[in-house]
Nanobody
Framework: VQLQASGGGLVQAGGSLRLSCVAS????????MGWFRQAPGKEREFVAS????????SYADSVKGRFTISRGDAKNTVLLQMNSLKPEDTAVYYC??????????????WGQGTQVTVSS
């Protein structure tokens, strides 16, 4: 599985961006597709995820109510709609796939990242 993320950019606080991630290869209904982010000097953190087949979603507390993860209309596309952006959302955002080979969540495939910068 190869992942290509896009949609990042510079936006003012309170604005919106939509990230897109296209996965090549077979995406099984059991796979979990997720978004993570890493700010300068900080560890990478979980943002949101979606179980591909059933659409069940999960969010980090810091983005609940502001971000929405969903499947796109295009094949094997996952979207991250980000509203009410804050300067602390500034980070490189990565999409990733957990093929669920074990009961422990393990994201094995990663995209290249897309920069999101929120100005105050």
């Amino acid at each position: 599985v190869q992942l290509q993320a896009s949609g990042g950019g510079l936006v003012q606080a309170g604005g919106s961006l939509r990230l897109s991630c296209v996965a090549s290869g077979r995406i099984s209904s059991s796979y979990v597709m997720g978004w993570f982010r890493q700010a300068p000097g900080k560890e990478r953190e979980f943002v949101a995820s979606i179980v591909w087949g059933v659409g069940r979603t999960s969010y980090a507390d810091s983005v609940k109510g502001r971000f929405t993860i969903s499947r796109g209309d295009a094949k094997n596309t996952v979207l991250l709609q980000m509203n009410s952006l804050k300067p602390e959302d500034t980070a490189v955002y990565y999409c990733a796939v957990d093929p669920r080979r074990s009961i422990i969540s393990t994201y094995e495939y990663w995209g290249q990242g897309t920069q999101v910068t929120v100005s105050s």
